[in-house]
């Protein structure tokens, strides 16, 4: 995408355009949804327990999981770390 007209427009939890200013209601939901974290741990215990999942696919669920939640915890810093420099927090 190599101009201004060709630029995406997305509203998604997980993405910030660059030249959108982060709000403290998109910081406290994006926050929320890192809590998802939880829920994701009670559905792989669930599998482990009920499915009798395999030590691969509880390997690769838990790589899986470690990756969102990297990404996911990133974007939140870099949403806290923008308001800090507008003075919001």
Excluded at 65 to 85: A, G, N, P, R
Aim: hydrophobic letters at 40%; one cysteine or more; proline letters at 1%.
């Amino acid at each position: 995408m190599s101009n201004d007209t060709d630029k995406l427009e997305l509203d998604s939890e997980f993405w910030t355009p660059e030249d959108k200013k982060v709000t403290h209601f998109d910081f406290e939901q994006h926050m929320f949804s890192c809590w998802n974290v939880t829920q994701d741990i009670n559905i792989l215990f669930e599998g482990v327990m009920d499915k009798n999942l395999t030590q691969d696919q509880i390997a690769n669920a838990l790589l899986g999981m470690h990756q969102i939640y990297e990404l996911k915890f990133s974007k939140l810093m870099d949403m806290y770390e923008d308001l800090m420099s507008q003075r919001k927090i």
